[in-house]
């Protein structure tokens, strides 16, 4: 069946812009993650949503990043003012249930501020 | 505080040979710890899991091996193929929903 989609694959924006990132989780997933990934190193936890709330944004780095999932399924990471470190591949994930079970990832949306 | 890391950044072994790539995590809360490989421009992809209340499980070529004792965590591929070279991370779980990923290893497969 098909996979977590990220669309899109590249974003190259400028500094200060506004950029939407999306992702589709596999059908019937209930859990969705946002996680950031540097170069070099491990993908970081942004958000969790189970549902359509957000069950633990604790890992956004500040109020420009704000994630949504008003139906339960699809969900876009918005990002305001970007700056040069935003930059990073945003990795979108999906879950079964969340509680204890192993994530299934997209390929990422590499997103470039210039 | 919550941390995951990894003993190697990177790994070389000759084809056909066994690998083993080791972890260290820090929170004793932890009961859920997953191995993931990435590809280069892929996301992570799920190879093994294993709970706390066990200290070994076994794959398709793939063992995980848990020492809760010592927070130490291991994942071994037998006959190790070109194919297995990636950035290993392992990640793990505290209270059920968040996942916490390390640095990561490369695993290098000379032919």
């Known amino acids: 069946g098909a996979g977590v989609s990220q669309t899109p694959s590249n974003k190259v924006t400028e500094k200060g812009k506004y950029v939407e990132l999306r992702c589709d989780p596999i059908s019937g997933h209930t859990a969705l993650y946002w996680y950031r990934q540097s170069l070099g190193q491990g993908p970081e936890f942004l958000i969790y949503?189970?549902?359509?709330?957000?069950?633990?944004d604790s890992g956004l780095p500040n109020d420009r990043f704000f994630a949504v999932r008003p139906e339960g399924s699809v969900s876009t990471l918005k990002i305001q003012r970007t700056e040069r470190g935003d930059s990073a591949v945003y990795l979108c994930?999906?879950?079964?249930?969340?509680?204890?079970?192993?994530?299934?990832f997209g390929n990422g949306t590499r997103l470039t501020v210039t | 505080g919550e941390s995951v890391g990894l003993h190697l950044p990177t790994l070389s072994v000759q084809e056909g040979d066994n690998s083993i790539i080791n972890c260290a995590y820090s929170n004793s809360a932890s009961d859920y710890f997953i191995w993931y490989k990435q590809e280069s421009g892929k996301g992570p992809q799920f190879i093994i899991d294993i709970r706390s209340n066990m200290d070994k499980r076994q794959g398709q070529r793939v063992t995980v091996l848990l020492n809760k004792t010592v927070k130490h965590l291991s994942l071994q591929i037998a006959a190790t193929q070109p194919g297995d070279s990636a950035v290993y991370f392992c990640?793990?779980?505290?209270?059920?929903?968040?996942?916490?990923f390390g640095a990561g290893t490369r695993l290098f497969v000379k032919a």
């Open positions: 949503f189970q549902g359509t709330g957000a069950a633990d």
């Open positions: 994930a999906s879950s079964f249930t969340g509680d204890n079970s192993p994530l299934h």
């Open positions: 990640a793990e779980n505290t209270g059920g929903f968040k996942t916490i």
